[in-house]
């Protein structure tokens, strides 16, 4: 299985490891292969584990081993308490979250927690203390799992953890009690006060804001592993999010390629169709547009708004289901014969296009005459590239294309008609001028941002 590299080569997948050495958080060296690293939910499981073994028999170890969701047990390192964190109170623990090489804002990050006895069922202390605390039955045991920073509280249905509580995913939360059994956990009342050093600023870097878990980040992990450079775990983030928006009542995804063109979905929407949406219906896709739009259909989504820049439109034009580089080069063939179309008699023109490597580098060279022509024609083409993406011959969302600039800038709309009966495909209508920017199209790269209408 190979992985792309940096500068151009590949790397292949290393095998999955026995277990981490420590850490301290710095880059980690050049490797040959791409390194596997473990999920927020195993350090709190290595936390909650190292925990239960120091009250037991005073042993302490500079690691834990613990069972994760394939079957292996692997050993994790515990950090050494730095003086002033909050990692160094009487009876918390650490660990350094390792995500590998997997591009994680957690990568780092220092996860702490102490797990102590809350007393006997008879105790009249309210248990759990805090309504918002995560419940995980362990045999005849009850732990409470306790944020005292940077874990976030869900605030939104749908999610992978219960509503009003900590952000702590059902699958963390059976991981937990496997490994406390295993422990030999078997009754008791048990609080586990976890934390996550500035986990309330690594979460504005998450998709969480959006989702609706506020005040830091989920304690996440399937299985506990990071596969390094996974598109399933970002492709499962976008479903979880159209979940969450179909739960809070939304009727339109606006599918986003990144932050720009999210801000030119959202200036938009506010004024102009399909008009004001919830926060959480604004979500960044990325390459992933074929998985995006059919979550959307899955969800039974009535509208998706796709807002992309050029060289999107360009490829949605094509219909790649992923506009990733590596899996799809730019189609400027495509580009240059729409020229060839609009202007028959420049064929040193469209030439000149199929060899130029960018769409931005080509649309500095299309004359200003041509660009309302070819924008007309791209989103056109774009718009039934879209729909191919679709589940065919089932149900889905009536799309509209939203197209901006290299700055983010609103350019035009364009959306299909109606659906004429159950599975067929909507015919596409023709740009409306009062939902498009004034005649232009694209402008020139380099010179002025033309206003959104």
């Not at 050993?75 to 590998?100: C, D, H, T, W, Y």
């Not at 995980?136 to 953890?161: F, M, N, P, S």
Request: hydrophobic residues 40%; proline residues 9%; charged residues 20%.
């Amino acid at each position: 299985m190979d992985r792309g590299g940096k500068a151009g080569g590949t790397r292949s997948l290393a095998p999955k490891p026995q277990g981490w050495e420590p850490w301290d958080g710095s880059p980690l060296p050049e490797s040959g292969e791409l390194r596997w690293g473990f999920t927020t939910g195993a350090c709190l499981t290595a936390l909650a584990c190292a925990g239960f073994r120091a009250l037991q028999d005073r042993e302490s170890q500079p690691f834990i081993d613990i069972l994760f969701g394939d079957g292996a047990v692997r050993r994790i390192p515990l950090e050494m308490p730095q003086a002033g964190s909050p990692s160094a109170r009487p009876g918390f623990l650490a660990v350094r979250k390792n995500a590998g090489d997997d591009p994680d804002c957690t990568h780092g990050a220092l996860l702490y927690a102490r797990l102590r006895e809350a007393g006997g069922a008879s105790l009249q202390a309210p248990f759990p203390p805090d309504p918002r605390d995560v419940l995980v039955q362990v045999g005849q045991a009850l732990v409470a799992v306790h944020a005292v920073e940077g874990i976030g509280v869900a605030t939104r249905a749908g999610l992978d953890c219960e509503q009003g509580r900590w952000a702590v995913n059902f699958s963390v939360q059976r991981m937990l009690a496997s490994n406390l059994a295993l422990m030999g956990m078997r009754r008791g009342r048990w609080l586990l006060e976890a934390g996550v050093e500035n986990g309330a600023e690594l979460a504005r870097h998450t998709l969480n804001p959006a989702l609706g878990i506020v005040g830091g980040i989920s304690v996440l992990g399937s299985t506990g592993l990071v596969q390094p450079f996974s598109h399933e775990s970002y492709i499962a983030s976008i479903q979880l999010q159209v979940r969450c928006a179909k739960e809070a009542g939304a009727t339109c995804m606006a599918f986003c390629t990144g932050g720009k063109t999210k801000r030119a979905a959202e200036a938009w929407c506010a004024e102009m169709p399909p008009g004001p949406l919830p926060p959480e219906a604004f979500c960044c896709m990325a390459d992933f547009a074929g998985e995006s739009l059919r979550a959307a259909q899955a969800q039974g989504m009535a509208h998706v708004l796709v807002c992309c820049m050029p060289g999107k439109l360009v490829k949605y034009a094509a219909g790649f289901d992923n506009t990733h580089a590596a899996k799809n080069p730019m189609p400027l063939q495509l580009l240059a014969g729409l020229v060839a179309q609009l202007a028959p008699e420049r064929t040193e023109l469209a030439d000149r296009l199929a060899g130029i490597p960018t769409v931005r580098e080509a649309l500095g060279i299309v004359p200003e005459a041509l660009k309302e022509g070819l924008l007309e024609e791209l989103m056109r083409l774009a718009l039934k590239g879209l729909a191919s993406l679709f589940i065919q011959g089932a149900k889905r969302p009536r799309l509209i294309l939203l197209a901006a600039d290299f700055a983010g800038t609103p350019l035009a709309l364009r959306e299909e008609a109606e659906p004429e009966g159950p599975g067929k495909t909507p015919r596409p209508q023709r740009r409306r001028r009062q939902d498009a920017c004034p005649p232009g199209g694209f402008p020139t790269p380099g010179r002025g941002r033309r206003q959104a209408p």
